[in-house]
């Protein structure tokens, strides 16, 4: 019973307190030229937005992206390639962020809290992203901004946890590889590599 109370408090503490990174700024990006030609250039050669947040076309040489679902999400990241369940990237057209202050996607990418305060899966790294330039940042959202509305709904990521700690488990890698494995994890967790 205690465990039972103790589980509860804890799932209560993340849903409620996680993530903590503060409101989004109040800001309004000035969409210059300039910002949103380097802005183009940083989503699609830099910071590859485009790559994830568009779908790709497998049969194919180097799976292109479909040009028609340009931004407008939908590829799947699942099992089959190594993912904790099935993860499909977001809608970052009008359609979908017309609706979030340019403040609301800063915070996106670079803390990985969406609009309404949920964490995202950290596919997207959010974390390299939060130590770039703020000037880049705001120059990709410049150019996310003139994106064209996409009418994609994208079905909702469902991860598999449990699944993904019985295939590490399986793995059968030697033990010292495992503790190696964990101490350099939880550095990483601990200096926010």
Request: net charge neutral; aromatic share 10%; with cysteine.
């Amino acid at each position: 019973m205690i465990v039972l109370v103790g589980v509860a408090c804890i799932a209560m503490y993340v849903k409620t307190v996680l993530p903590n990174v503060g409101e989004p700024e109040q800001l309004t990006i000035e969409r210059k030229p300039l910002r949103i030609e380097r802005g183009k250039y940083l989503a699609n050669n830099v910071a590859v937005c485009m790559d994830c947040h568009s779908q790709r076309d497998y049969s194919l040489y180097a799976g292109p992206i479909k040009a028609e679902t340009f931004g407008a999400g939908g590829e799947k990241f699942g099992e089959e390639i190594g993912f904790p369940g099935s993860i499909y990237s977001k809608n970052i057209t009008a359609f979908k962020l017309g609706t979030w202050t340019d403040g609301e996607i800063v915070r996106a990418i670079t803390t990985g809290v969406s609009k309404n305060d949920n964490a995202l899966f950290p596919l997207m790294p959010y974390h390299n992203y939060g130590r770039m330039d703020k000037e880049d940042i705001y120059s990709i959202v410049a150019y996310i901004r003139t994106l064209p509305a996409k009418a994609n709904e994208v079905p909702d990521s469902e991860l598999d946890l449990v699944a993904a700690r019985q295939q590490y488990e399986n793995a059968n890698l030697p033990h010292i590889f495992l503790i190696r494995f964990q101490i350099v994890r939880e550095a990483s967790l601990l200096l926010k590599f």
